[in-house]
């Protein structure tokens, strides 16, 4: 959260940063989606297009914003710049927040994809709990052990990501039935609310839109170089996602497709037999681990960061005898493992359902206010900008801000009230952090008192 200057033989460079992007959103997200949105039939492909606009606005938005403030920390650096102190420490505890509870979505996800290839796992939902606890721990403890062991996983994953998906969303067309498109929409709401909640599901592989932007220091030319990796990333998945979620729908029966575990095995399954759904399965575990590598990693950098700016507890900011914020790594995914637990009794994709959402509502507070964030700093900072610009910034503020909102929405008031509550949670943290370095900033500035002689 602190910035530092780019090195011109080291930095991170167009192509590096739209790798960050694409790497940051595909990943667990897309290999189970299918099965989330088979319950609202090929309607939900409008979903994906919505929250595809959307997802481009706030691009967009975080490109310029790039621009204004170029700063290491993304949504954390533009709220605190835009509203201050304490709407900083509200982002950073949201988007703390959305990283644990998505820890968990990823590793109910990769459970699901092991019990594709092991029966005995899927037909236990003992056995797929203890799989997502043990995936979350191994990896927490490969994170304590130290960064560099976390990047060599993080490394090996990451090139097999795209392939099953490429290769379904490539070549899925020849086996797509037009009969699995109707009807449109199964869901049995009204169209619009069921656009409406697809889409609050699809925004969360989306999730990490804003990546290019939090190593901002070290970008080479980031004015530039961070708008471009950020729209380009964002293509990049709107195609995959759209794609490969049409081939599904396509492919097998919305019935059979909403109640798979490992929706895109069992596509491959359909066209290429056994083998091929075999194989699209151990690429998506390797995919999800991967993913859940990333996610770990972030649960323990980003409050052991909020904690060297004074805005997270001091604990968080320890480090480990392996110079790993061991402290926050544990919270995060001891929150994150009681979170899988308490959502499993729903079944594996009830329980995906039910805490992606979350994970995106809590993503959502910092979006809404990012969207603003430039309007507020132009005004706080009192630059003088031409009247169409202001109006550009007004109306491109104002868009994602409602796009924000109306996803909040979609997501459902009883996701949307315990996302709030766990905001609201904060406030006393917040409190209780700046009471204590107000009392030590108040010692420091005092110091000890003279001896009487």
């Known amino acids: 959260m602190r ?3 780019a090195d011109a033989a080291g930095g991170l460079g167009l192509t590096a940063c739209t790798a960050l992007v694409v790497g940051n959103m595909i990943g667990s997200g897309i290999f189970l989606l299918p099965a989330s949105l088979a319950a609202f039939g090929p309607i939900s492909l409008l979903g994906w297009t919505v929250t595809s606009l959307g997802a481009l606005v706030l691009a967009v938005i975080f490109g310029r ?24 420490f509200i982002i950073a505890w949201g988007y703390w927040i959305a990283l644990w509870t998505g820890n968990a979505g990823v590793a109910v996800a ?13 037909a236990s939902p003992n056995a797929s709990l203890a799989v997502a606890l043990i995936s979350i721990w191994t990896l927490t403890l490969i994170n304590i052990r130290g960064v560099a062991e976390a990047g060599v996983v993080q490394i090996a994953t990451t090139v097999l990501k795209l392939i099953p998906l490429v290769l379904i969303g490539s070549f899925g067309f020849l086996w797509v039935e037009r009969a699995n498109f109707v009807p449109f929409n199964t869901s049995g709401l009204p169209d619009h609310a069921a656009i409406s909640a697809a889409a609050a599901l699809t925004l969360w592989a989306y999730l990490g839109l804003e990546s290019a932007t939090v190593p901002a220091g070290n970008v080479i030319d980031p004015e530039r170089t961070i708008p471009r990796a950020t729209i380009l990333g964002v293509l990049i998945a709107a195609v995959v996602y759209v794609s490969v979620t049409a081939v599904a729908i396509g492919v097998v029966p919305s019935g059979e497709l909403a109640t798979s575990a490992a929706p895109l ?27 859940l590598n990333g996610f770990t990693l972030l649960t323990g950098q980003v409050p052991y960061g909020a904690a060297l700016d004074r805005v997270f507890p001091e604990r968080l900011g320890h480090l480990s005898r392996y110079g790993t914020p061991a402290n926050a790594l544990v919270l995060s995914n001891l929150l994150a493992s009681i979170l899988v637990a308490m959502n499993f009794a729903h079944g594996l994709v009830g329980a995906f359902n039910a805490i992606i959402l979350l994970a995106v509502v809590s993503s959502l507070l910092p979006y809404a206010l990012c969207a603003l964030a430039e309007l507020m700093i132009l005004l706080r900072t009192g630059r003088s900008v031409a009247g169409a610009h202001m109006a550009q ?10 796009y924000a909102l109306w996803a909040i929405c979609g997501a459902g008031a ?17 409190v209780a952090i700046k009471w204590r370095n107000s009392a030590r900033d108040s010692a420091t500035t005092l110091g000890p008192r003279p001896r009487e002689g």
């Open 414 to 430: 009883e996701t949307v009230f315990l996302g709030f509550l766990l905001i609201l949670a904060g406030i006393p943290v917040h």
């Open 65 to 88: 914003l790039s621009r204004v403030l170029t700063k290491t920390g993304g949504p954390y650096a533009y709220s605190e710049a835009a509203f201050g102190e304490f709407a900083g």
């Open 265 to 291: 095995a069992e596509v491959a399954r359909v066209m290429w037999g056994s083998v091929g759904g075999l194989l699209v399965a151990v690429g998506a575990v390797i995919a999800t681990f991967g993913t």
């Open 393 to 402: 910034v007004t109306v491109l503020g104002g868009v994602g801000f409602l």
């Open 3 to 5: 910035s530092s200057p």
């Open 110 to 122: 990769l459970a699901g994809y092991v019990g594709f290839l092991f029966p005995g796992v899927a």
